[in-house]
């Protein structure tokens, strides 16, 4: 079957101009997640959604952040006012629900290459 | 705080050699760790958890809690290894997975 997709896959941009990432989660994974790469570095979170409410966005770096999901499927994460720290590449990951301590599996989508120039 | 800590960022090894991938964490109570691979073009994917306790494409790794550490290993390289590897920790307390820098393993022929 389809795995996550997201769109663009890169995407270059001017300081200060507003961008938006999409992400196509895997048919039937409730739970959603970003994630910021920045070049040799590891994964650092940013938001999770289970169904359509983020219960935690604390890892999203500043108010420019914002994401929103609709309809427990696509998720958008736009980031606003780009400055050239925000240059990343963002993934996004999908999996079933996680309930308890029980561990399920993250799936990731390509990624989207941001330069901010 | 929770930490990962990958100290090699590249490792190279010849074919048919040990490997090693080192993987050091930092966190107060019992992690559940992951090691996820990334090929050459290809998407990140998991390659095994320390609960499974299993070995896939070779690779085994162990939870040693006294050193917290889960190092990656296989006995014997091979060309097709060559790859980014991940380690990252997960609190049973939520979904958060934290990460590692990540190591390039180069095998040469």
């Known amino acids: 079957g389809a795995g996550v997709s997201q769109s663009p896959s890169n995407k270059v941009t001017e300081k200060g101009k507003d961008v938006e990432l999409r992400c196509d989660p895997i048919s039937g994974h409730t739970a959603l997640y970003w994630y910021r790469q920045r070049l040799g570095q590891g994964l650092e979170f940013l938001i999770y959604?289970?169904?359509?409410?983020?219960?935690?966005k604390s890892g999203l770096p500043s108010d420019r952040f914002s994401a929103e999901r609709t309809g427990e499927s696509v998720s958008t994460l736009t980031i606003q006012r780009t400055q050239q720290e925000d240059s990343a590449v963002y993934l996004c990951?999908?999996?079933?629900?996680?309930?308890?301590?029980?561990?399920?599996?993250?799936?990731f989508g390509p990624g989207t290459r941001l330069t901010v120039t | 705080a929770q930490r990962v800590t990958q100290p090699e960022k590249l490792l190279s090894v010849f074919k048919g050699a040990p490997v090693e991938l080192k993987c050091n964490y930092s966190?107060?109570?019992?992690?559940?760790l992951f090691w996820y691979v990334q090929y050459s073009r290809q998407r990140l994917q998991l390659l095994l958890r320390?609960?499974?306790?299993?070995s896939i494409k070779g690779f085994t790794a162990d939870l040693n809690k006294g050193e917290t550490s889960f190092h990656l290993k296989k006995p014997f390289a091979q060309e097709e290894d060559s790859a980014m590897y991940y380690c990252?920790?997960?609190?049973?307390?939520?979904?958060?997975?934290?990460w590692g820098a990540g190591t390039k393993l180069i095998i040469k022929p």
């Open positions: 966190y107060s109570g019992s992690p559940e």
């Open positions: 959604f289970q169904g359509n409410s983020a219960p935690d």
């Open positions: 990951a999908s999996s079933l629900a996680t309930s308890g301590g029980l561990q399920v599996e993250q799936y």
């Open positions: 320390h609960i499974s306790r299993e």
């Open positions: 990252a920790l997960r609190s049973w307390s939520n979904y958060q997975l934290i």
